[in-house]
């Protein structure tokens, strides 16, 4: 089980920014050709994408995020970001790191970090 570690999270007012962090216990090799990203989950709703880099090293972003979020990686640190701006209050979740080297696995999960928004 590969360990995911994130960081970042915390209370910000509407129209704020917030950068998500996650490091990743895996070799560089695994790191870079596999699918790692950032989900949410609000209270009683259902864990979304929000987004990722794929294992060729494009990126997808769920609708509610483009313009907004950005998602980045540094190889040489195993880690991944996801840089949130212009947030708004719909954005409070708790938000989990994610990788896999396939997309039909679920693959590993960082215990989530909480992204609170306030009007």
């Known amino acids: 089980q590969v360990q995911l570690v994130e960081s970042g999270g915390g209370l910000v007012q509407t129209g704020g920014s917030l950068r998500l962090s996650c490091a990743v216990a895996?070799?560089?090799?695994?790191?870079?050709?596999?699918?790692i990203g950032w989900y949410r989950q609000a209270p009683g709703k259902q864990r979304e994408l929000v987004a990722r880099f794929t294992n060729g090293g494009s990126t997808d972003y769920a609708d509610f995020a483009k313009g907004r979020f950005t998602i980045s990686r540094d190889n040489a640190l195993n880690t991944v970001y996801l840089q949130m701006d212009s947030l708004k209050p719909e954005d409070t979740a708790v938000y989990y790191c994610?990788?896999?080297?396939?997309?039909?696995?679920?693959?590993?999960w960082g215990q989530g970090t909480q992204v609170t928004v306030s009007s």
């Open positions: 895996v070799s560089g090799n695994i790191f870079s050709s596999s699918y």
């Open positions: 994610n990788v896999k080297r396939y997309l039909w696995m679920q693959g590993d």
